[in-house]
């Protein structure tokens, strides 16, 4: 069956620390993997889609940088986190004909 | 903005009345989608309808789609209280292009009362 990972669930980071955030898909094989952000009361905001290894695109210049080292791994990161990287972290994947995506659990990520 | 743009921001019903939410967008589309989020979990999908599609019927949720006038509505007929979530609607704009890259509005936080 078809699953998406994200981890970890939450996470408090103190502004200027690295961040890592891991999402992985099971059940599909080269899928079109995106990465979403979703500030307090936001809608979700389109960050990094990839539609292969290595091959990532970037919706808005920002804090943030993603990498695909295998077929079902997608990874959000940074070097120095702001305050202004605070939010629900969401990961999905392509999974219809109409580009229908389906979403992870999401992670919470408050910098303080 | 791609974003969509949903209509009201917050809205309050009791049980087994229906809940009608708009949703309008700004540039053309390949198709839109209406999802659904419960506090803090990720998105469900609940409906699609494409471009050259105005209404489309999926079990209580009926979804319109005006693209001269560049608006989607979604209704939910009969509501209950296990409906309450967030609804935000996303839009495809790349024709013919297999990116899927989706943009959303802020959403419509859905309460219905028992």
């Known amino acids: 069956s078809q699953t998406i990972h994200q981890w970890p669930a939450t996470l408090v980071q103190p502004v200027g620390s690295p961040l890592s955030l891991e999402c992985t898909v099971e059940?599909?094989?080269?899928?079109?993997l995106y990465w979403y952000r979703q500030a307090a009361g936001r809608g979700l905001q389109l960050l990094f889609y990839?539609?292969?290894?290595?091959?990532i695109s970037s919706e808005v210049p920002q804090n943030l940088s993603a990498s695909r080292p295998q077929d079902r791994q997608f990874i959000l990161s940074s070097k120095k986190l702001l305050l202004s990287d605070s939010g629900f972290y969401l990961c999905?994947?392509?999974?219809?004909?109409?580009?229908?995506?389906?979403f992870g659990p999401g992670t919470r990520l408050t910098v303080l | 903005s791609q974003q969509g743009e949903e209509d009201p921001q917050a809205l309050s019903i009791q049980e087994g009345e229906n809940a009608t939410m708009n949703c309008s967008y700004k540039?053309?589309?390949?198709?839109l989608q209406w999802y659904r989020q419960n506090s803090g979990r990720g998105l469900v999908h609940l409906i699609l309808?494409?471009?050259?599609?105005r209404e489309k019927h999926s079990g209580r949720l009926r979804v319109t789609l005006d693209t001269s006038k560049k608006s989607s509505s979604l209704l939910i007929t009969a509501s209950r209280a296990a409906d309450t979530a967030s609804y935000f609607c996303?839009?495809?704009?790349?024709?013919?292009?297999?990116?899927?890259?989706?943009?959303f509005g802020r959403g419509t936080q859905l309460t219905v009362w028992p």
């Open positions: 309808i494409r471009s050259n599609e």
């Open positions: 996303a839009t495809d704009p790349d024709r013919g292009s297999t990116l899927g890259r989706l943009y």
């Open positions: 990839s539609v292969g290894i290595g091959q």
């Open positions: 999905a994947w392509k999974v219809g004909r109409y580009n229908e995506q389906f």
């Open positions: 059940g599909t094989s080269n899928p079109n």
């Open positions: 540039t053309s589309i390949n198709n």
